[in-house]
């Protein structure tokens, strides 16, 4: 119980923190004549989908995710190391890389873009969008990407809950126009500009940009696009566009249209294929606009 009571205490600091950041980046555009820049309802729902996200998150870190990860650390390498140095570098950059792959992973794989795509539904960049998350990412078991790793090297818990957790806070300051270049920090580090490339949805923008804390890994395995190479930036998605700012159906709509796809195509590839697998294979309408009766599956291959 006093795991569950810690986690909600954390989610309150920041919880407050955060909102008083936005608060601030809400009258700074105000004055700079941008009042467009922010929309108090969906300013709104950003925040509800934020608490409802975190108030999940913690609960279930509390309740099963720390007892998996000491279970996985078990079986591992149960790395040590007598250099504390060392090995807080270590963990930060292990840390940073398996969110890369855990990033990566939920632009690729429809069951887990099903959760990850209420974060990119927004069409406004600002602090609140960092809010805009989906309470189901820790019921759909996305997270073993990123903490199966940490745990098979051996990181003790505790130290790697805070890595996470400092990561997620770091990304938490990428979602503003307000920031622009930051000269030779965006060598190494994720900053809003290359951030604000990734929630584009332009052809040459999508799937770009995956960093958490670095941006290292982009340039290593060629997902980094410059924000100077693609000129304004649209934000959103590519389809279903959210037209509602219902904080529920923000995170179930995309969810429950997969089941949909699977048992219209009857294809459980649907559940691990890319994102876009049922328009290219079925050549569904992106927007899923069809009559059952009228339209009948494709042949599927053996």
Not at 27 to 54: C, H, M, Q, S, V
Not at 73 to 101: K, P, W
Not at 111 to 129: P, Q
């Amino acid at each position: 119980m006093s795991d569950v009571i810690h986690a909600l205490a954390f989610i309150v600091v920041f919880g407050a923190l955060f909102l008083s950041i936005i608060i601030a980046e809400a009258f700074y555009w105000r004055r700079k004549g941008r009042p467009d820049a922010y929309n108090f309802k969906e300013t709104l729902a950003n925040i509800t989908t934020g608490g409802l996200y975190k108030v999940v998150d913690g609960i279930a870190v509390a309740l099963f995710i720390q007892f998996f990860y000491d279970y996985v650390r078990g079986f591992g390498l149960q790395y040590e190391t007598s250099d504390e140095l060392l090995s807080v570098l270590f963990l930060f950059l292990a840390t940073d890389f398996f969110f890369y792959i855990y990033h990566f992973s939920t632009h690729k794989v429809r069951w887990l873009w099903a959760i990850h795509v209420t974060h990119h539904s927004s069409k406004i960049m600002n602090f609140s969008t960092a809010l805009r998350q989906n309470f189901l990412m820790d019921l759909n078991f996305g997270w073993v990407v990123w903490w199966l790793p940490l745990a098979l090297i051996g990181f003790e818990k505790n130290w790697t809950l805070i890595a996470i957790e400092l990561s997620l806070a770091y990304q938490f300051f990428l979602h503003t126009e307000m920031v622009d270049r930051l000269g030779v920090f965006e060598k190494l580090f994720n900053t809003p500009s290359h951030h604000r490339v990734h929630h584009g949805c332009k052809p040459e923008q999508i799937d770009t940009n995956f960093g958490g804390v670095l941006i290292i890994w982009d340039r290593l395995f060629g997902t980094f696009v410059d924000e100077r190479s693609v000129g304004e930036i649209e934000y959103g998605l590519t389809s279903r566009q959210p037209t509602s700012l219902n904080p529920l159906r923000l995170n179930l709509d995309e969810f429950f249209q997969m089941f949909k796809d699977v048992i219209f195509y009857r294809d459980l590839k649907i559940f691990y294929k890319a994102p876009n697998y049922v328009e290219e294979h079925y050549s569904a309408d992106p927007e899923r606009v069809y009559e059952v009766d009228r339209i009948k599956p494709a042949m599927k291959d053996c």
